[in-house]
């Protein structure tokens, strides 16, 4: 597809349950970001891939999170052993470059996660 | 950690009306982006920039860095430019990590 893919779109799942979120990023971006948006609030910066550099996870809120990017490609974010807190639309960005200061961002339309 | 203040937190306007919304940022910056975030939560980016004015059609942003401010106006409003307007920078040696603002949300009316 022409844009970044996301999904699920939705989902809901129960306390203590793992979820796995699936990013596709527009082909031929290296930089690839993870951001999470709680109910009322601004956007979180989660983690960031730049081709085969170490990712920046700085922005993980705890060790229950983590992600994977395969190559400049697909990027899954798990959340394991999942909380109400968890709750928040989770939504992925690319960029043809490092972005910030360097590249335009491209989003995703995000998966909105529910934990019961 | 740089804090990023936007201004208003919501906006209503009518129909051709000139909007302003404003981003005030407490470090410098090497970046300062405008994004568009519509009901349904899908974000576009709307500008990049460093310095000076940039225009897309009738999206005008300005940035003056030694006041570390920024402002975003559009011209003609219109029903469909009703979203959250977000501001956000750049800073502390990381070209990629982005503080964000809160959103400004603005409804224009018919």
């Known amino acids: 597809g022409a844009g970044v893919s996301q999904s699920p779109s939705n989902k809901v799942t129960e306390k203590g349950k793992d979820v796995e979120l699936r990013c596709d990023p527009i082909?031929?971006?290296?930089?690839l970001y993870w951001y999470r948006q709680r109910l009322g609030q601004g956007l979180e910066f989660l983690i960031y891939f730049q081709g085969n550099s170490a990712p920046d996870k700085s922005g993980l809120p705890s060790d229950r999170f983590s992600a994977e990017r395969t190559g400049e490609s697909v990027s899954t974010l798990t959340i394991q052993r999942t909380q109400q807190e968890d709750s928040a639309v989770y939504l992925c960005a690319s960029s043809p470059r490092g972005g910030g200061g360097t590249g335009e961002l491209f989003f995703g339309e995000g998966s909105r996660l529910t934990v019961l | 950690k740089n804090e990023v203040e936007q201004s208003p937190q919501n906006l209503t306007a009518q129909e051709g009306e000139f909007i302003t919304i404003n981003c005030s940022y407490s470090?410098?910056?090497?970046?300062l982006h405008w994004l568009q975030q519509h009901p349904g939560g899908g974000i576009v980016s709307l500008f990049m920039?460093?310095?000076g004015k940039k225009k897309h059609g009738r999206l005008i942003a300005t940035i003056n860095i030694q006041e570390k401010h920024s402002s975003l106006h559009i011209t003609a409003s219109h029903p469909r430019d009703s979203a959250v307007y977000i501001c956000a920078v750049t800073s502390g040696g990381s070209n990629y990590k982005l503080t964000f603002g809160k959103g400004t949300l603005l409804t224009v009316n018919p």
């Open positions: 082909s031929g971006h290296t930089a």
């Open positions: 920039l460093s310095s």
């Open positions: 470090v410098g910056i090497s970046a």
